[in-house]
Structure formats: C-alpha cells, structure tokens
C-alpha cells in the first residue's frame, strides 16, 4: 500500500520538543511505502532548520523509511496544484497541501499520514474520493 506523508508528521516524528511527538511516535509504525512531494520536504527542510541536526535528521529518516518524492514541479502537476489551491481557498490549502492532494490523483493514494485533520477531512481527489488519515483511523 502507498501512504503520503504531509509536513507536520515529518517535524512531530524527529522534533521531541513538538506537541504532537510522542502521538506521532506511537502510530507511525504502519506498513507501506510511504511518498511524499518536494513541497513537503521543502516545507518540513524550513521548520527543522531551527533544529539541531533537523535538516540531517530529516534525510537520515528518509533514507530509512525508504521515502519516494514525487516530483511535482513539471507544469502539469504545478497548473492541477494552484487550480486545488483556488478551489479550497476557503480552507485554505497551502502548496504542500495542494501536491499532495495532485499526487493523490496521480498515484490513486487515499491513505495519508497528516496532523491536518480539518484540511484532509475536506480535501477530495479523483472526482470526490475521501482520504484516509492513518494517525487518527488507524
């Protein structure tokens, strides 16, 4: 089975400091290949280069989980990214957010390791599918 990754996960699982750490800890251990998109590693890169050791942490824990990164910087993926962002502007949805939804689409991935309840509760691919956020429903 192919699990996404959102940001906060990546920062709750290496940052002891974050409130969600030890929630994160305890339910990640779940089979899969886990995928992920270059705005979230963009993304989580910014919040754990505060961290000591986070930028090094974070690609020690890729490598170990066996991490894909999707690219979605081509056009296509990019145009499908800033029209999910239109359309959940309400919620809002932010560009690491808006590729993983797109890698939903393009993958066919309803599983999803996220702290975004309120985002990926809402947030549909392929013509209305639900997510099924791994850290809340098991």
């Given at each position: 089975m192919l699990i996404l990754v959102d940001t906060g996960p990546l920062i709750a699982y290496l940052?002891?400091?974050?409130?969600?750490?030890?929630?994160?800890?305890?339910?990640?251990?779940?089979?899969?290949?886990?995928v992920t998109t270059g705005a979230v590693?963009?993304?989580?890169?910014h919040f754990l280069g505060p961290l000591r050791?986070?930028?090094?942490?974070?690609?020690?824990?890729?490598?170990?989980?066996?991490?894909?990164v999707l690219d979605v910087f081509s056009p296509g993926m990019l145009n499908r990214a800033a029209a999910l962002m239109e359309?959940?502007?309400d919620i809002p949805m932010d560009?690491?957010?808006a590729t993983l939804?797109?890698?939903?689409?393009?993958?066919?991935?309803?599983a999803i390791v996220t702290l975004d309840e309120r985002g990926f509760r809402v947030f549909r691919y392929s013509r209305g599918k639900s997510f099924?956020?791994?850290l809340q429903d098991g």
């Open positions: 940052d002891r400091s974050d409130s969600e750490h030890a929630f994160v800890r305890q339910r990640w251990d779940m089979p899969g290949r886990f590693l963009t993304e989580a890169m050791g986070g930028p090094k942490r974070l690609l020690e824990f890729l490598r170990a989980a066996n991490l894909q359309q959940y502007a560009f690491a957010d939804v797109a890698a939903a689409e393009k993958l066919q991935i309803a099924r956020l791994l």
